[in-house]
């Protein structure tokens, strides 16, 4: 069931006690709230929506923004402040805008975990809703434990007092969220049905539990949290690197989840701050790290001619970067047409290469579906995790080769070091994932930020057009939002950030 299916009335339950001796005969209150199948079902459905605010949009690529991948000329949801180091608990747009964002979700997901128990209904219905709502518990808290480390634990529905908790320990975060995912995962089907498309699965469940084992270090856990996916065998790599992000392919077996999109009721604006906008727009230093077609990278490859540089690239190159004297939306790009870095984003927006914008298409609005978990992501998880538990073994090569297969690229060449393996898993996934937000994420959990993230980023011809600063001391995690330390005293700032 795709998540645009909103039920307004689940979204004014606030769980404020202060109204509950009340019935107003114009909206649902928690006492009038939660007493059918319809409501459980609007509660979830509610919950889902906040996948939109906290995930959706352009929040993926935003956080490449902050890497040496792109480059926000106009500071998009104040990444450009993070890259350049100058972000502080009130003056960066997501960071604030998470915090409250997320709270909302897990607010929503308490309640349904919480009330549906109690409703009459078929239980083989009512379990998978509160699998659900766990999954998305656990989700929105990777959202906060991924940038701010630990935050308030939160289980139990809305109440005011909650507003006051002190901050919990990341582990503690951790737990609570392989504790929902394990929960999900026993719960939740296998596959989803066409019908209820964009609802999460076993896979999706036991996928993210990969990824948070994974940003842990816990190898040996995550490689046979991501085994446990590929041996469901529900996903498969689409054929199409290109196409498996366009609007016909929506749903396809390679997305695990993704945020629900449909005109006219919910879209956003990516086509043209993409493209048009330019506000995404990648470095020559992203440009440099796509290798040849032999397997070898602009320094060391025969096929690398500088005087026609996009000639025996990987194919993944042409499928997420419009370029100089390429085509896109069927007329030749210029170099005035990107203007920031002479390179614009195509992946993540509607339009083709030898087709014309559609006529009557607006510009500013698509409802394209925003990816988030993918199950190349399981693949090259379980390579890392396993090359780091039991070194590259046959399964890591088999593993990783699948994406690189489908990407058009060779296989490695065999007889790898560990040491050699974890630097080519390194490269793979910043190139798989440009633009899907994980980059970001992991430069911080290989501890190597202090470096990647302390480089000037360049346009096409070698100029700096911006010069990044990160701090290893602070900015490993983001400060807690100012808004969220004045309502609450008993929250500490992170170190080496100002209350």
């Known amino acids: 069931m795709k998540i645009y299916k909103l039920i307004l009335s689940a979204l004014l339950l606030s769980g404020c006690s202060d109204y509950l001796d009340v019935n107003p005969t114009d909206r649902f209150t928690e006492a009038t709230f939660w007493k059918t199948e319809e409501h459980a079902n609007a509660g979830l459905t509610a919950t889902y929506s906040s996948l939109m605010t906290v995930f959706g949009g352009n929040i993926t690529a935003t956080f490449d923004a902050i890497t040496p991948n792109f480059y926000s000329y106009d500071n998009q949801a104040g990444a450009g402040n993070i890259a350049r180091g100058i972000h502080d608990a009130a003056n960066t747009g997501i960071i604030n805008n998470r915090w409250g964002a997320a709270y909302q979700g897990i607010g929503r997901a308490n309640s349904v975990i919480a009330r549906v128990p109690d409703i009459v209904m078929d239980e083989t219905r009512k379990k998978p809703v509160i699998a659900e709502a766990q999954f998305l518990r656990a989700f929105f808290y990777f959202s906060l434990w991924s940038v701010y480390g630990g935050v308030p634990l939160i289980t139990d529905p809305p109440v005011k007092e909650q507003g006051d908790l002190p901050r919990n320990t990341a582990e503690e975060i951790e737990t609570q969220m392989l504790t929902d995912l394990d929960a999900a995962a026993a719960a939740l089907p296998a596959t989803v049905t066409a019908a209820n498309k964009g609802r999460v699965s076993k896979a999706t469940a036991l996928a993210l539990k990969a990824r948070i084992l994974l940003y842990g270090g816990k190898w040996a856990a995550a490689a046979e949290a991501s085994k446990a996916v590929i041996d469901l065998k529900s996903n498969a790599l689409f054929p199409d690197y290109r196409g498996l992000f366009m609007p016909e392919n929506e749903g396809n077996t390679e997305v695990i989840l993704d945020v629900q999109y449909k005109q006219p009721e919910f879209t956003h604006s990516n086509d043209i701050q993409f493209d048009q906008f330019n506000s995404f727009a990648p470095t020559q230093n992203l440009i440099d790290e796509y290798g040849l077609t032999d397997g070898k990278s602009i320094k060391d490859s025969p096929l690398y001619d500088p005087a ?186 992170n170190p080496n950030y100002n209350r």
Do not use: C
């Not at 593993?399 to 296989?411: E, I, Y």
């Not at 393996?421 to 994980?438: A, Q, T, W």
């Not at 930020?449 to 980023?457: C, G, I, P, Q, T």
């Open 308 to 493: 026609k540089p996009f000639e025996n690239r990987d194919p993944r190159l042409k499928n997420t970067i419009i370029y100089i004297g390429s085509q896109f939306k069927g007329k030749p790009v210029v170099a005035a047409t990107y203007p920031q870095t002479g390179y614009g984003l195509k992946k993540g927006t509607t339009y083709k290469d030898a087709e014309a914008s559609p006529a009557g298409k607006v510009d500013n609005i698509s409802d394209l579906n925003v990816v988030l978990i993918r199950y190349a992501e399981v693949l090259l998880t379980y390579a890392e995790a396993q090359n780091e538990a039991a070194g590259p073994d046959a399964s890591v090569y088999a593993a990783v080769n699948q994406v690189r297969k489908r990407a058009g690229m060779p296989d490695f060449p065999a007889g790898l070091t560990q040491a050699a393996m974890r630097e080519r898993l390194r490269h793979e996934r910043r190139i798989e994932f440009v633009g899907e937000g994980l980059y970001y994420f992991d430069l911080k959990r290989w501890e190597t930020a202090d470096v990647e993230l302390n480089k000037e980023v360049t346009n096409y011809l070698g100029k700096v057009v911006d010069n990044r600063s990160f701090n290893p001391e602070r900015d490993y995690l983001w400060p807690l939002p100012t808004t969220a330390l004045q309502t609450n005293p008993n929250l500490d700032q």
